[in-house]
């Protein structure tokens, strides 16, 4: 079975762009959540999505969002990039409902965001 | 709301000594605990959880965790240490409770293990 897959690995950006992170959960998972790394912050929750509806948010700024489509696959957006946003990003998905087995969230191996 | 503390940035262990990585939670209802560990560059990987039944939990890689309600920890262990252990590692919570409730992250602490 594939795992998570996070795509690009690495980008570049320049104050005051956009990007887009893509993650494409393992197959049959519904939930994906999103993960913003840094050295000083730890790893900070940004959202989850669930059959396509945000079920949770951290507290980030509005310039951050995402989404989900039917096929489970989730994108992030992160508008007007500030050099603080510089961090590995992260992407985690899970069967997504309560159950003793189906809990744990899987990770990919992150987008690292370099913005100068 | 749901915490999870990591008390020690670091921990260092000699090789073949047993080491323990501490962690300590808080959620309103009954926890699922998770420890994650993470390599260099690389996202996280699933280590152990305790759901429910035995307070000892077995995982990959020779660690096992002792969960302790009284005392709202969860920590992590390993009897004989490798110096391919070293890296940095991460416990997790989730409240059992709710199936909307988030996977919450402690801090990390950096594992190492010296030759």
């Known amino acids: 079975k594939a795992g998570v897959t996070q795509t690009p690995r690495y980008l570049i950006k320049t104050r005051g762009q956009q990007v887009t992170l893509s993650c494409s959960p393992i197959s049959g998972h519904r939930s994906v959540s999103w993960y913003q790394q840094t050295p000083g912050q730890g790893l900070q929750f940004l959202f989850e999505?669930?059959?396509?509806?945000?079920?949770n948010k951290g507290n980030f700024p509005g310039r951050f969002s995402g989404r989900q489509f039917s096929n489970s696959r989730s994108e992030m957006n992160v508008s007007t990039l500030e050099l603080g946003d510089s961090a590995l990003y992260l992407c985690?998905?899970?069967?997504?409902?309560?159950?003793?087995?189906?809990?744990?969230?899987?990770f990919g191996q992150g987008t690292r965001l370099t913005v100068v | 709301a749901q915490s999870v503390a990591q008390p020690e940035d670091q921990v260092n262990v000699a090789e073949g000594n047993p080491l323990t990585v501490k962690c300590t939670y808080s959620v309103s209802g009954n926890p699922y605990l998770f420890w994650y560990v993470q390599y260099p560059n690389r996202g996280l990987q699933f280590l152990l959880k305790?759901?429910?039944?035995?307070?000892l939990v077995k995982g990959s890689y020779g660690f096992e965790a002792e969960f302790n309600k009284s005392q709202t920890s969860f920590h992590l262990k390993k009897p004989s240490a490798l110096v391919s252990d070293s890296a940095l590692y991460f416990c997790?919570?989730?409240?059992?409770?709710?199936?909307?409730?988030?996977?919450?992250f402690g801090s990390g602490t950096r594992l190492s293990i010296r030759p």
């Open positions: 985690a998905s899970s069967l997504g409902h309560t159950g003793g087995a189906d809990t744990e969230a899987f």
């Open positions: 999505y669930f059959s396509e509806t945000q079920r």
């Open positions: 305790y759901i429910t039944g035995d307070n």
């Open positions: 997790a919570v989730r409240d059992r409770s709710s199936s909307a409730s988030k996977i919450i």
